[in-house]
DNA sequence: TTGAAAGCGCTAACAG
DNA sequence: CTGTTAGCGCTTTCAA
């Protein structure tokens, strides 16, 4: 592996004009440039990346804090964070956390050993261990999708509260009336955000918000099916069931359709999330669509204004969303 | 931040006391490791892992190709990966090619910028530029869930032949003679084994191998509606369709319902890779399920055999894979 | 068992 | 515009 000193040798220059050359090449003389590069190409020389980095205290490395990597929603985010990262010279570094508190703290901890200069964290809480907070010093963390209480860290966010309002609505303008929910878990304050929207439609309409009509999954297949079980059992049978995502109301359509029952005919069935599944699965289903791409985007972007110092204050982003209206919602039977 | 020199100062020895203490803490006497630990504590030191890595010339971290992150089975795969990493001491860095060889290219330059150990590759391409291969050199890279024709990259493989053949199987078992394909794309070392797998079984039953009968997808949900579409309209409707992903298979039951036709009373319909969501959906889909989590921790071990020196020849492994008989197949109506 | 010293490959003052 | 020089923070001989 040649080195910056071979290079320098053989174009009969120092060691700081090849480095001009490769990283600033409007300073030094067309000449020269032209010599260094002769030589670069001869020796075949890459720049040590690594030298380069540890020498300007900068990884370039952008770590991605996700609950579940398995879940398209996520990844179509994260596939948004990388391309983004990418044009701005930044390689993303992936940290599966499976929700673990403790697991997020570890990969974040490699904020502090300059193996990343900054994080995005997808699911809703802070991931440094207090240890690894310097005081007084903005962390490099933002969060992304998701809902923070904590106001000091920067966010790029859904209109939540809107979005769940919308489709609520839907629902409402087609008649329905035993409106359930299948809710992500209670803790977090995204299910607070879409719960809001969701009473916000309903007192709209003069009706009560019932807490027997609002169930919690964990957002996956399972636990939609599982919920959905639930309802149907239940005293009186909602006429439609709004699903915090695109998973738990495929699930919840399935638990439905194992009970005998048909979506929309005998219940309506609304997702979020928008998943390339969701138009192509029988009924297609009415869901909210998000901008996973600007997502990505945006987050990098408020990543590294901090980075680069032009942090203008915390920022909140907040995205907006679509309603997608497709076959798994219709006016009730009755 | 704090650096092993202010350590060493604190607890009254060379850095390379520090030094040792934390990599080779066996090494130095108990009391002196007392000393040090407490230095370490009293200043938060925290190694820097950049200075370190560069030192040692590895950078621990290791590049995933991905054609498309946003395939769940993608995504699953890379999950195992990170998790195998992760245990190892290794950190995933993300590249997301988009099925591009130039974008790969580019990528995989990290490995020769020091950027990156090693690399796994999860479609059939050999990733690395002519210029970033060293002369006789086993590059650290290694090819995950895909087939390749060229024999010296090492690789983890399903047993495409066999689970395609066992499907296949499965329908003519249950009566099926106009059996169609939704393949993957034809120039894909991939697609030739599973059609060859197809064949076998066809073969075995006295049937012959019918180009008509086998159209091209791209894997996308899109393709496999559109190639599905082709086939219902192309003289003798197939009663199955094996699909070469679930994708593909739940696009062509979509297709199938929009025909008016339905699974699996007028067509069978099978997929490949066992999505979570293949359980779900209406009919649950007959299906091959694969090892991805131990696609991911041999994909990591074959490479660390080769970083660590212990590459004994070119491996190729070939997991099981298992036919998951679902709802969406059924023998012929006729 | 420990310390002194060299240096990984590169960048960035500072002179010239 | 270019060269000299001094490190970045760490590991690793080599001696003691």
């Known amino acids: ?39 670069v190409k001869e020796t075949g020389y890459k720049p040590n990346l690594m030298a380069r980095n540890f020498r300007s205290r900068k990884s370039y490395s952008i770590l991605v804090l996700v609950p579940d990597l398995s879940n398209p929603f996520f990844a179509m985010v994260i ?20 929700g673990d508190a403790e697991v997020e703290r570890e990969l974040a901890h490699q904020l502090h050993t300059n193996q990343a200069d900054g994080i995005i964290q997808l699911s809703s809480r802070f991931p440094l261990a207090p240890e690894d907070c ?15 209480d904590d106001d000091s860290m920067p966010t790029v966010t859904l209109d939540n509260v809107g979005a769940s309002k919308a489709m609520t609505e839907h629902l409402l303008g087609l008649g329905h009336r035993r409106i359930a929910v299948i809710s992500g878990p209670k803790a977090s304050p995204l299910t607070a955000a879409r719960l809001e929207g969701y009473r916000s439609a309903l007192e709209g309409k003069g009706l009560t918000y019932d807490t027997r009509l609002v169930t919690e999954g ?32 495929i699930g919840a359509m399935h638990a439905i359709r194992c009970a005998g029952l048909s979506v929309p005919a ?3 069935v609304t997702g979020f999330d928008d998943l390339s599944f969701a138009a192509f699965i029988d009924p297609p289903l009415t869901t909210i669509s998000q ?25 909140h982003l907040t995205l907006p969303y679509q309603l997608v209206v497709r076959a798994s919602t219709a006016a009730p039977r009755d």
Not at 11 to 34: H, I, M, Q
Not at 82 to 97: D, E, F, I
Not at 291 to 315: C, K, M, N, Q
């Open 1 to 39: 592996m040649s080195n910056i000193r071979a290079v320098s040798k053989i174009a009969g220059v120092s060691v700081a004009t090849v480095s001009r050359t490769l990283s600033t090449p409007d300073v030094v003389s067309e000449e020269t440039r032209k010599k260094v590069l002769a030589a």
């Open 79 to 98: 596939s948004g964070i990388q391309q983004a990262a990418k044009a701005r010279g930044y390689s993303v570094v992936l940290g599966n956390t499976m």
């Open 266 to 268: 005998d219940i309506s």
């Open 291 to 315: 901008p996973t791409e600007t997502f990505g985007t945006e987050a990098v972007a408020l990543l590294l204004d901090i980075l680069e110092g032009r942090a203008s204050g915390t920022r």
């Open 218 to 249: 964990d957002y996956s297949l399972a636990s939609g099916a599982a919920a959905a079980g639930k309802l149907l059992n239940a005293g009186k049978r909602p006429s439609a069931i709004v699903c915090f995502n695109d998973e738990m109301a």
């Open 134 to 148: 310097s005081e007084g010093i903005t962390p490099a963390v933002i969060n992304c999708c998701e809902c923070v």
